[in-house]
């Protein structure tokens, strides 16, 4: 995940990052909350850890990827789509 300003550059500032996958309004499950100092702008991780309780959502359940990004007094939230596959 990187965080930019609407022109494209770094942000000037400490940034608060979190991070959740949802189904409808519900969270399922929690990655994390993540923060980042100045002159940082980018988080990685993994999200194999909540394995289990993906595995428990019914098939077909439209889940989503949300990130809540909090700024210089500005509130951000994106959406992604996930699918979750189980491989056995």
């Not at 942000?11 to 399922?28: E, F, N, Y």
């Not at 959502?57 to 596959?85: C, D, H, Y």
Request: net charge positive; with cysteine.
């Amino acid at each position: 995940m990187k965080v930019r300003t609407a022109a494209g550059k770094r942000v000037p500032a400490p940034i608060q990052l979190h991070l959740q996958i949802v189904s409808g309004r519900t969270s399922v499950a929690g990655v994390g909350q993540v923060s980042l100092d100045k002159g940082y702008d980018s988080w990685c991780g993994s999200i194999g850890g909540e394995y289990n309780v993906l595995e428990a959502v019914p098939r077909g359940s439209e889940l989503v990827f949300q990130a809540v990004v909090k700024t210089m007094g500005v509130t951000v939230r994106r959406n992604w789509p996930i699918v979750v596959r189980v491989v056995r």
